[in-house]
């Protein structure tokens, strides 16, 4: 099992950027593929992006593409989302996921507490 947490969410004027983390508990950080999810006020959780076990896939939301970057530093057990170009359409809590289930595209088992990201126009 493994416990995350995430930090780095603010207020931010549009057009800005920002970068979460997210750390991972535990020595297997390496077995879990990671993932950013978020959820805007009276939406739905929805996908942002996953990387693989050793980053070498990446998937982005077609809303997110070419604006927000994941990555991930497997010595650290931490996991990154750089967001920049940033819309107001962004604001929501932003969740950090993991699974080590077989396929890459499989559901994600553990979850953080989320951290608030707030953009301005």
């Known amino acids: 099992q493994v416990q995350l947490v995430e930090s780095g969410g603010g207020l931010v004027q549009a057009g800005g950027s920002l970068r979460l983390s997210c750390a991972a508990s535990?020595?297997?950080?390496?077995?879990?593929?990671m993932g950013w999810f978020r959820q805007a006020p009276g939406k739905e959780r929805e996908f942002v992006t996953s990387?693989?076990?050793?980053?070498?896939?990446?998937y982005y939301a077609d809303s997110v593409q070419g604006r927000f970057t994941i990555s991930r530093d497997n010595a650290k057990n931490t996991v990154y989302l750089q967001m920049n170009s940033l819309k107001p359409e962004d604001t929501a809590v932003y969740y950090c996921?993991?699974?080590?289930?077989?396929?890459?595209?499989?559901?994600?088992?553990?979850w953080g507490q989320g951290t608030q990201v707030t953009v301005s126009s």
């Open positions: 996921a993991a699974h080590n289930r077989a396929v890459f595209a499989g559901a994600f088992d553990y």
């Open positions: 990387i693989s076990r050793y980053g070498s896939t990446t």
């Open positions: 535990g020595r297997t950080f390496s077995s879990y593929v």
